[in-house]
């Protein structure tokens, strides 16, 4: 049996200061921002299930990425965008998108695990892939990282009016005449590089603590969209920083530590929405 060691370090200012760490501070930022901004919408879009196996279908990506010796980060984000697409395609309302969701999930799922077993070094990655390696990313993946925020801002920028109206009300903004299904479909699309970006620091299984968690605590905190979005991203980015932090200081899993923190930050979110209902 393994004994996992959470003594303090003395030397963590030196692991702080490590190259390594600088990048995965930097990929937290650009993570965070993204995050914070769509875990409203997946929400208020009532999403939360779509988001979370969105993770699940781009793991067949990544482990087939590894069989042809791509980037994971490719594979991830080549599958996470199909299974978005057909998601987005076949799931104009919200019952619609749980079952083809589910669907596309599953069959993904078997397809990831069978890549698995075809090659060593894809079961190798497995463990990375499903609980994330954020002290591993790169310089050109937050190259990467920084380009896909930027997109992020400018697409945002040109549909927000119609995205957000059709996130909170579908049938009214239907009938206004906002293409609800191109809406389903630019969503969908874009919470597929949410994932891409996010995969890295946390892994598959752990993805909602930074998409949704961080924004259901914004929910309660913040009484506008906008707010809202700003502070699911603050908190978002106080998770990743305050995780690699004590994660240097107490030898621990960063995605553990991570995960840890965005789960406090909602439950303290929860007793003050108790406080304010008292």
């Known amino acids: 049996m393994s004994h996992i060691d959470f ?3 003395p030397n963590w200012l030196d692991t702080l200061s490590a190259p390594f760490m600088a990048n995965a501070f930097l990929a937290g ?15 208020a879009r009532q999403s939360t299930f779509a988001a979370h196996a969105l993770a699940h279908i781009g793991l ?12 994971v980060s490719l594979g991830l984000g080549v599958f996470a965008l ?25 069959f993904a799922t078997g397809l990831g695990l069978f890549f698995a077993r075809l090659s060593s070094s894809a079961s190798q990655q497995m463990q990375s892939i499903l609980f994330g390696s954020i002290l591993t990313i ?11 925020d930027v997109v992020l801002l400018a697409v945002l920028a ?3 009016r119609p995205l957000l109206f059709s996130s909170l009300d579908e049938q009214v903004a239907q009938a206004k005449g906002v293409p609800i ?6 969503f969908m699309a874009i919470m597929a590089g949410v994932i891409t970006i996010a995969v890295p620091a946390v892994g598959t299984l752990l993805i909602f603590a930074l998409v949704i968690t961080p924004a259901a605590a914004a929910n309660i905190l913040a009484a506008s969209p906008l707010k809202a979005m700003v502070v699911a991203g603050l908190i978002c980015l106080a998770s990743i920083w305050g995780g690699l932090v004590l994660a240097a200081m107490f030898p621990a899993p960063p995605s553990f530590v991570i995960v840890t923190i965005s789960t406090l930050f909602w439950a303290a979110a929860k007793a003050v929405e108790s406080l304010r209902r008292r």
């Open 7 to 9: 003594s303090f370090d």
């Open 29 to 43: 930022l650009c993570i965070a921002f993204a995050a914070g901004v769509m875990g409203y919408f997946t929400i």
């Open 60 to 71: 067949p990506g990544a482990t087939g990425a590894v069989l042809l010796g791509l980037p």
């Open 82 to 106: 199909g299974g978005a697409l057909v998601i987005g395609a076949l799931g104009k309302r919200v019952s619609e998108r749980e079952i083809a969701t589910g669907t596309v999930l599953a």
């Open 138 to 148: 790169t310089s050109a993946q937050i190259v990467g990282f920084a380009v896909f």
């Open 158 to 160: 040109v549909i927000y």
């Open 181 to 186: 299904g191109w809406m389903n479909v630019a």
